[in-house]
């Protein structure tokens, strides 16, 4: 019979170990209850609630800031909102999408330096623009291409379209569960309970010091006016709400952390059609180039007797149709890299042809504004189209690179970022600036300056260079508006003008 009496030498088998519950999102981030939990497909079921509600709540508050005018300090701020709910709602996955982000930082600062409204448009679109790559990027070969085509296919869109409310449904249902007993805890410095202690803790003193501080300062508190009639309470709720709604819609995309499988384009061209389609290419643009040579050599009488239109009606017509050839020969030619079957010498040579000759093409059509500009003035139109034709032939450039297969990265890429360097330099030249500075120094007198359009269609950017000319003084001084300058809507470059309006115009401006 076994003796049971003495059991100090058995060693009692350890504890059963449990799984413990996922913990980790992906990309290393934290998962799991209100920190979020990714399923299978990726797509975050119940993501990071704190943070994600903080971010669309920023993105409300962004809408509804961006409909202020004039732009300037308000405006940045509401972009500079959005770039941190990109940043706090864990949009961003990967390094190339935070250098994203950083650079968006560039448009953003401009629309506090700039006031130019052929500038505006799009410093805001670059900053959306690259909020929307930014969240889009994945770890994945040719990850800028892949993103800008996610954003183009009209699928993802309608999922994000439909699938939000469910991002809501995710968001609300643990805070309604876990934030009463967060509540009754004791602090631990984490969780929806410490933000919900704080908001309550931090709401009523900053409430006390903005009445105080605005109260005593009347720059500072320009910066917190609210509206006091029922109809603009109602446009800011409504804004709110559709800001709201809108940044919902980005977050359901960039939550959803799928890469997709790299997919093998199927050859369609073989070496005869594609031989065919760029020795075509090359010999229309053959004979293209050849006319120009003999038009200019011929002169100015040749064209006319031939076509029957002055040097400047010649130098005016077809320029956009010049511009429009081009990109659609670029859009065959990368078609073409795109889809090809085996390559051939004879291949890479036609395509080399093919864009130093739509070079040339770009070079005409630039060389026809210049003659149009030096009769008729610069504007701003004409500037910019200039300005595109350089960009095109730049990307040109790149894509004789790329059929070549000697571009150190992404086709797209590149383009995008030599519009991203071209928007810089517009702004750092000042382009307003720059018409009004032609337009002075070519005036063979008063007669010949369209004071007009200086005034009237130029903004303050262009003011200190306007203020050189005496006319145009006189005029500025007699019609120029005198906006809202409050501190909420600084610009550098309106504050400038109006401090030099000042001193030019004794009797006043803008009354």
Not at 1 to 8: E, Q, V, Y
Request: proline share 6%; glycine share 8%; hydrophobic share 50%.
């Amino acid at each position: 019979m076994t003796d049971w009496s003495d059991l100090s030498d058995v060693v009692a088998p350890p504890p059963p170990v449990l799984p413990e519950p996922p913990t980790g999102g992906p990309n290393g981030e934290p998962g799991g209850g209100l920190d979020g939990e990714p399923n299978e497909s990726g797509y975050w079921l119940r993501p990071p609630v704190v943070r994600t509600v903080m971010a669309l709540t920023m993105g409300a508050l962004a809408f509804d800031l961006v409909f202020r005018a004039p732009t300037g300090l308000v405006t940045s701020m509401s972009l500079g909102l959005l770039l941190g709910a990109a940043l706090v709602g864990g949009w961003v996955s990967t390094t190339a999408g935070r250098v994203c982000l950083v650079a968006a930082i560039a448009p953003l600062l401009m629309l506090m330096i700039r006031a130019s409204w052929w500038l505006i448009p799009l410093n805001v679109i670059a900053v959306l623009g690259l909020v929307l790559l930014a969240s889009e990027l994945r770890d994945e070969p040719d990850a800028v291409s892949r993103a800008a085509g996610r954003l183009l296919r009209p699928t993802p869109a309608l999922f994000s379209l439909v699938s939000w409310p469910g991002l809501l449904v995710s968001l609300v249902t643990p805070m309604f569960r876990l934030l009463p007993s967060r509540l009754r805890q004791r602090p631990s410095g984490q969780g929806a309970g410490a933000l919900a202690r704080g908001l309550i803790i931090t709401a009523p003193v900053v409430l006390v010091l903005v009445l105080l501080l605005g109260s005593s300062d009347a720059l500072f508190g320009s910066l917190f006016t609210t509206p006091a009639a029922p109809e603009q309470l109602v446009s800011h709720a409504a804004r709110l709400v559709v800001g709201f709604a809108l940044t919902a819609i980005l977050a359901t995309r960039a939550l959803r952390r799928t890469v997709e499988p790299t997919l093998r384009v199927s050859p369609v061209l073989g070496r005869t059609e594609l031989t065919m389609l760029l020795g075509a290419v090359t010999a229309i643009y053959t004979v293209f180039v050849a006319v120009q040579v003999v038009a200019a050599l011929a002169g100015s009488a040749y064209v006319q007797e031939t076509t029957g239109l002055t040097v400047a009606e010649y130098a005016r017509s077809g320029f956009f149709q010049l511009l429009a050839a081009a990109a659609f020969t670029l859009a065959v030619l990368l078609a073409g890299k795109r889809h090809a079957g085996e390559s051939a010498p004879m291949i890479g040579v036609l395509n080399q042809v093919a864009v130093v000759l739509t070079l040339s093409t770009v070079a005409v059509a630039v060389r026809r504004l210049f003659l149009y500009e030096d009769a008729f003035g610069l504007t701003m139109l004409r500037l910019y189209t200039m300005v595109f034709a350089v960009f095109i032939a730049l990307v040109f450039l790149l894509t004789a690179a790329h059929l070549a297969d000697r571009l150190p990265f992404a086709h797209l890429t590149g383009v995008l970022g030599v519009a991203f360097g071209f928007l810089l330099f517009m702004n750092i030249v000042n382009p307003e600036a720059v018409v009004a500075d032609r337009n002075l120094d070519r005036a063979d007198g008063l007669e010949n300056l369209d004071g007009r359009y200086l005034v009237h269609d130029l903004g303050t950017d262009a003011v200190p260079r306007l203020l050189e000319s005496a006319q145009v003084t006189r005029t500025l001084c007699r019609t120029i508006e005198r906006p809202d300058n409050r501190l909420a809507y600084y610009n550098r470059s309106r504050v400038q003008a109006f401090s030099l309006l000042d001193e030019a115009c004794p009797d006043g401006w803008g009354d």
